[in-house]
């Protein structure tokens, strides 16, 4: 039996703080605070050594000084690197941040976490089993992060893992198993590109007991229309477009 308790907010930053700082950083999160977010999404993949830290892409070279990809490579490899100064200078220095870092923040700031399992290809197990395992034990003095991925086989090893913790799938593309996948993962919430959402389909997932999160909804007049609508939360990099009063 799923808890269908739903205790997250409105609106949720994209990467951390969305497009106001370095993606997927301690930064990021901090600016998001203080911005007001109340609640944060982040990329989690593994180390060659299984380390879960932050990142989107396989890849280093787009948000880092680095390059190639990044699960080939040791934590003490990673650290080194620099994840801010591509944004700009005033981030020089900043470092991919561990999954237990971004936990202290969380704490700190007392934000709520949608923690994306970011497998990289060929991982999906593997990370989806220990990134469950290490958000348990992380999170265990704060609300329970909600895990969500793209990947299928992510999401039913963090299932087998952590069977507690809620679960999101993540859809870019409409996929009409959509009901089959989620019963089967036990979800609480489906994640879904917003361009995919029109007022009746957003009533045939509620209908079936899904919670929904959009992403990445950065005009208020769309967000407003999706709220109505009924969905959950609105994943957005722009919370300063989007307003806190959406709260
Ligand atoms: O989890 C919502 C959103 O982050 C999914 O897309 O590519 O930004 O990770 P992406
Ligand atoms: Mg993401």
Redo the contacts with the bound molecule.
């Keep these: 039996m799923i808890n269908r308790a739903w205790p997250y907010p409105p609106i949720?930053a994209?990467?951390g703080g969305g497009k106001l700082a370095p993606?997927n950083t301690l930064a990021a999160i901090d600016l998001g605070a203080q911005l007001g977010h109340l609640m944060i999404?982040?990329?989690a993949k593994l180390s060659q050594d299984g380390e879960i830290f932050l990142l989107?892409d396989d890849t280093l070279d787009r948000t880092s000084n680095g390059w190639g990809v990044a699960g080939q490579l040791p934590w003490d490899k990673l650290v080194q690197l620099d994840a801010g100064s591509w944004f700009g200078k005033t981030f020089d220095g900043e470092r991919l941040p561990l999954l237990a870092q971004v936990a202290d923040r969380c704490r700190q700031h007392r934000l709520m976490a949608?923690i994306?399992i970011?497998p990289t290809t060929g991982l999906e197990v593997e990370t989806g089993r220990v990134v469950a395992l290490a958000a348990r034990d992380l999170w265990q003095d704060q609300v329970a992060p909600l895990l969500?991925s793209?990947s299928y086989e992510a999401l039913e090893a963090a299932q087998k893992a952590a069977p507690e913790l809620p679960r999101?799938l993540?859809l870019?593309e409409w996929n009409d198993n959509w009901r089959q996948m989620t019963d089967a993962l036990g979800c609480l919430s489906i994640?879904l590109?917003h361009k995919l959402l029109d007022e009746q389909r957003t009533a045939e997932l509620k209908q079936a007991g899904l919670r929904i999160?959009v992403?990445?909804v950065n005009e208020p007049e769309r967000a407003h229309q999706l709220l109505q609508w009924g969905v959950d939360a609105i994943?957005t990099d722009r919370i300063d477009v989007i307003g806190p009063d959406f709260r």
Excluded: A, I, M, P
Aim: hydrophobic share 25%; glycine share 4%; aromatic share 14%.
């Design positions: 949720v994209h990467r993606e999404e982040f990329d989107h949608n994306e970011k969500s793209f999101g993540l870019h994640h590109n999160l992403y990445t994943c």
